[in-house]
């Protein structure tokens, strides 16, 4: 149904007040069973995942453009019972406490996450995962958005997040992203670094990180560890201050670092994450990545 608001305190929008107060969403949206999907991209990416809305934002000039999209998902070009609120743009700045230059916003009902067993079996359409990324305690949702933006397009089947790992579907992560946290299976891991989960489904669990005792990963994607034709391998990345936890470290099955130059120790995890899905990319195929 169609809305056209007057009064930025109208009850209705309580899905999408205070949206620039980041803490208080990180906490808010996952309570009320929502997230924000962003832009006419995002939010289509969104419902062809099969998640459902519960309202639609936008100025009147993006409506027309919008009402392919809004039909898709809701089976009327008006949305059906589904309310599409219109607004003038300061009206809409007023609400949401920033300019909204994307198109739309809709607050989309936020799915139920699958079991890591689930998870794990159900990825690359049934066959099951071999190649996964485990996000530890990241807590910058941008970093958050790039590695599954990553993750998409580099080919990693799925990607398990810690407990205090920043939400993908909060609404920064999902922008940076470009919606492909709506492509990547994930889910979140219960315990962690309990790695048990991922050794009883076949997982080496690799950390990424600096130590005496690492494999670079030039060596690490031509061993056996990748290379046998049932090799499969969960990339552990840490948080971006210290990197991943002791804990995690201790329980990999092996230590594997990025092979550095020109006094750098370390990349961005986000950038790690990039140059890791890369070069590991021949996992379970019984072909060699390359160096």
């Not at 910058?140 to 920043?166: E, K």
């Amino acid at each position: 149904m169609l809305i056209a608001l007057t009064d930025p305190d109208d009850p209705r929008l309580a899905d999408y007040t205070s949206m620039t107060d980041v803490k208080l969403r990180s906490a808010l949206e996952p309570e009320r069973g929502l997230y924000m999907a962003e832009s006419h991209n995002v939010i289509m990416r969104a419902v062809e995942a099969g998640h459902r809305p519960r309202s639609f934002l936008m100025a009147p000039r993006w409506l027309e453009q919008m009402r392919p999209l809004i039909e898709a998902s809701t089976g009327d070009p008006e949305g059906g019972e589904v309310p599409v609120f219109t607004a003038p743009e300061d009206l809409l700045r007023t609400i949401t406490g920033f300019h909204l230059h994307r198109g739309a916003l809709a607050a989309m009902q936020r799915p139920e996450l699958a079991s890591v067993p689930d998870l794990l079996a159900s990825a690359r359409d049934g066959r099951g995962a071999r190649r996964i990324a485990v996000l530890e305690d990241l807590v910058d949702h941008t970093n958050v958005g790039a590695a599954f933006r990553s993750a998409a397009a580099l080919g990693v089947d799925a990607v398990l997040v810690s407990p205090r790992c920043a939400d993908p579907l909060y609404r920064r992560s999902v922008r940076v992203s470009m919606g492909t946290v709506f492509q990547v299976p994930w889910t979140r891991i219960p315990q962690w670094p309990t790695v048990d989960i991922l050794h009883e489904a076949g997982f080496t669990v690799a950390a990424l990180a600096l130590s005496e005792d690492s494999m670079s990963l030039d060596d690490f994607v031509v061993s056996p560890l990748c290379t046998a034709s049932e090799a499969k391998v969960a990339l552990a990345l840490g948080t971006e201050g210290d990197g991943l936890t002791r804990r995690a470290v201790e329980s990999a099955d092996v230590v594997v670092r990025i092979p550095m130059s020109g006094g750098v120790d370390s990349l961005n995890v986000a950038a790690a994450s990039a140059v890791a899905f890369w070069a590991t990319r021949g996992v379970g195929t019984g072909v060699e990545s390359g160096r």
